[in-house]
């Protein structure tokens, strides 16, 4: 959960990054696991491809997401409230589990087009 500064607007995004060089996508996926919550994922797969044409913080931008699932190695992390992490930066934030229902009182989940990516995958009711 963060707040677009220019529109006070809050929004939910799930946890990931950016590819690096030569990088692929799925190996890309677990390095920010790894990196954000300091913990390994496996039977990492590919859901979809996502073109993103968005405004933060006043700026526009344009990129091409690749949504992922994958299992946490420690399935007792299925059982907290939220995961603590970080950010390439340091800065810390809590990752919590959230449903559809999260979405409407909380604030939209982006990028645009994931909720119904995960709902017509079954994965978000």
Same mark, same amino acid.
């Given at each position: 959960?963060?707040?677009?500064?220019?529109?006070?607007?809050?929004?939910?995004?799930? %946890?990931?990054?950016?590819?690096?060089?030569?990088?692929?996508?799925?190996?890309?996926?677990?390095?920010?696991?790894?990196? +954000?919550?300091?913990? =390994?994922?496996?039977?990492?797969?590919?859901?979809?491809?996502? +073109?993103?044409?968005?405004?933060?913080?006043?700026?526009?931008? #344009?990129?091409?997401? *690749?949504?992922?699932?994958?299992?946490?190695?420690?399935?007792?992390?299925?059982?907290?409230?939220?995961?603590?992490? #970080?950010?390439?930066?340091?800065?810390?934030?809590?990752?919590?589990?959230?449903?559809?229902?999260?979405?409407?009182?909380?604030? =939209?989940?982006?990028?645009?087009? %994931? *909720?119904?990516?995960?709902?017509?995958?079954?994965?978000?009711?």
């Amino acid at each position: 959960v963060f707040d677009d500064p220019a529109s006070g607007q809050t929004l939910c995004r799930p %946890l990931g990054g950016g590819i690096e060089f030569g990088e692929p996508g799925r190996d890309a996926i677990a390095r920010e696991i790894r990196e +954000e919550l300091d913990q =390994p994922i496996s039977d990492v797969r590919l859901l979809g491809t996502l +073109e993103s044409l968005f405004t933060y913080a006043g700026t526009p931008g #344009h990129e091409i997401v *690749q949504v992922y699932d994958a299992r946490f190695d420690d399935a007792s992390l299925y059982q907290q409230a939220w995961l603590n992490g #970080h950010e390439s930066n340091g800065s810390p934030f809590r990752a919590r589990w959230c449903d559809s229902a999260d979405f409407d009182r909380i604030g =939209p989940l982006v990028p645009e087009g %994931l *909720q119904a990516l995960l709902r017509d995958l079954s994965l978000l009711a």
